[in-house]
């Protein structure tokens, strides 16, 4: 079992940044793809960033591509998600993920069995 637990988020006006973290707990979370999502209210749980094991490849969807980065510290066991230039369209709750997956499988839900509490993101025009 993985322990995730977020913190960070709120309110920015567009154009700000927020930094969203995650701190996992468990056994050999540190070996885990970690992962953020975000679902705005009525709409589907959608990717926005990943991260490898190592920290050395990440990826990120199309919408958040050069606004964010996904980044980790495995000797604390935390992942981050530092999102820049927000835009009222971020407006989500955020959540973090944990799962054993690779690839083009990084960017499917399903592929993660372990989910943060979710945390609230709104960005104001």
């Known amino acids: 079992q993985v322990q995730l637990v977020q913190s960070g988020g709120g309110l920015v006006q567009a154009g700000g940044s927020l930094r969203l973290s995650c701190a996992a707990s468990?056994?050999?979370?540190?070996?885990?793809?970690m992962g953020w999502f975000r679902q705005a209210p009525g709409k589907t749980r959608d990717f926005v960033a990943a991260?490898?094991?190592?920290?050395?490849?990440?990826y990120y969807a199309d919408s958040v591509q050069g606004r964010s980065t996904i980044s980790r510290d495995n000797a604390k066991n935390t992942v981050s998600l530092q999102m820049n230039s927000l835009k009222p369209e971020d407006t989500a709750v955020y959540y973090c993920?944990?799962?054993?997956?690779?690839?083009?499988?990084?960017?499917?839900?399903?592929?993660?069995?372990?989910w943060g509490q979710g945390t609230q993101v709104t960005v104001s025009s």
């Open positions: 991260i490898s094991w190592s920290g050395s490849t990440a």
């Open positions: 468990g056994r050999t979370s540190s070996t885990y793809t």
């Open positions: 993920a944990a799962g054993l997956t690779s690839g083009a499988l990084w960017a499917v839900p399903g592929r993660y069995p372990y």
